[in-house]
């Protein structure tokens, strides 16, 4: 005898993916400056750039700076972050 136990769990059709909503956890809409600056972090993974000395490198070729208009260092990325992920 087979028992056929109920799925509580929708349809993959039916299920809404979190994990394709590129702003889930956004509370507001981006700044431009945010924008600006994904967009840039972006183009540095495209470039196959993984590394943190690699990163903030491919951000000062690109002529992006911080949100106070210095250059990229390892110490103010992780700082900006920071800032901007609270």
Do not use: C
């Amino acid at each position: 005898m087979v028992k056929i136990i109920e799925n509580p769990q929708p349809a993959a059709s039916e299920a809404h993916d979190r994990y394709l909503q590129p702003r889930q956890a956004q509370r507001r809409p981006p700044t431009s400056y945010e924008s600006l600056l994904g967009d840039a972090v972006e183009r540095a993974f495209g470039a196959g750039v993984y590394d943190l000395p690699g990163l903030v490198a491919n951000l000062n070729s690109q002529h992006s700076t911080t949100p106070d208009n210095q250059p990229w260092t390892e110490a103010n990325y992780a700082a900006v972050m920071a800032k901007l992920g609270s």
